[in-house]
């Protein structure tokens, strides 16, 4: 029988990664598409143990040609977008580039499908990002967007071109609106690995202490190997939509760090206020964690929680790891794994 063909974009990162390793397991020749530069960083894949097991092929999303090429070479049966900008706080800095590889970068590829091949099966990676600030006390898939950052905006752009070629084009084209998923394979810049990556490295007396910036931001935070299981469902439907994949919970940045405390068994206590907020070791008085006004985003998500249940109902997925297993995942990866490069 011969083998689907997928199409990874941005197969190097954290979900690419996991994505690649449930394709191949299911049999699928599996395109990894990414940049130079990422490709070369493939220290997920080899963990994974999957690098051998992958086709790589040089792409970018700024570049119509690398695109088109793709489309040229194989007779595609699914293609997962998953290449982006995605870290937050940088969009602010680099909006222009967030917005033509994160945004536009989407058109070019579900334009080249409806030109070259319109039976290909597409998943476009949203986030919850583009909810911003709601104040519903959870957000599906009828939640009005409201967002608070470039990276959102250019989310939101390639959300509804999605849904607008789809519609106009009679494509097969969805998105998954994601909520917060973590893993140990999340790159250092994210909040939950900083943190669980630096209290490591405080126990291990590698670091004096470690700095955050909004304690109260509160996120919906599941585990990146149950998203991209729901990734897939998506196209095995037959008809597309679009669907939340969450876990219908929200926590605290400051209940995180409380848990990746408890799990490296530090005797603390929180004491102070505002921006003199802490987590001191109670014997030796010391900080553990610390305020810095530099790392709040210039406009803040203060609250996120998706309800996961249209996808509970329609492709029986659900999430599988708490908050709890996920932070002793991490944990214990990065007690082990500590000279792994991250990024």
Not at 56 to 75: T, W
Not at 112 to 140: H, R, T, W
Not at 242 to 251: L, P
Request: hydrophobic share 35%.
């Amino acid at each position: 029988m011969k083998k689907k063909i997928a199409i990874v974009t941005g197969s190097s990162g954290q979900d690419g990664s996991y994505l690649c390793e449930l394709l191949i397991k299911k049999s699928y020749k599996v395109i990894a598409a990414d940049r130079r530069s990422s490709r070369d960083n493939k220290w997920r894949h080899k963990f994974l143990k999957i690098d051998d097991k992958l086709i790589y092929e040089d792409f970018d999303l700024g570049d119509l040609n690398s695109i088109v090429a793709l489309f040229r070479k194989y007779k595609i049966d699914e293609f997962y977008n998953l290449a982006a900008q995605s870290f937050v706080a940088a969009s602010f800095k680099t909006p222009l580039s967030t917005s033509e590889i994160t945004g536009i970068g989407v058109l070019r590829i579900i334009d080249c499908i409806k030109n070259y091949q319109p039976k290909v099966k597409f998943y476009q990676a949203s986030s919850s990002e583009m909810y911003g600030n709601s104040k519903l006390k959870f957000q599906d898939e009828y939640t009005k967007f409201n967002p608070r950052s470039p990276y959102a905006v250019a989310k939101l752009f390639g959300h509804h071109i999605t849904k607008n070629y789809r519609e106009a084009y009679n494509l097969f084209l969805c998105s998954g609106i994601l909520f917060n998923h973590e893993s140990p394979l999340r790159g250092d810049e994210f909040v939950t690995k900083k943190i669980v990556k630096h209290l490591v490295e405080v126990k291990k007396k590698e670091r004096s202490h470690l700095e955050l910036g909004n304690l109260y931001a509160k996120r919906d935070w599941g585990y990146a190997k149950d998203y991209v299981q729901a990734m897939w469902l998506m196209l095995q439907k037959k008809i597309p939509e679009d669907y939340v994949i969450a876990t219908n919970k929200s926590h605290s940045v400051k209940f995180f760090s409380d848990l990746v405390l408890k799990a490296l068994k530090f005797n603390y206590k929180w004491v102070g206020k505002g921006i003199n907020e802490k987590a001191i070791d109670k014997l030796t008085r010391k900080p553990l964690i610390k305020i810095n006004k530099k790392f709040y985003r210039p406009a803040e998500v203060n609250f996120l929680k998706g309800s996961y249940k249209k996808a509970k109902n329609q492709l029986k997925w659900r999430p599988k790891t708490s908050i709890k297993e996920l932070v002793k995942i991490m944990v214990d990866f990065e007690l082990k794994n500590s000279s792994y490069k991250n990024s």
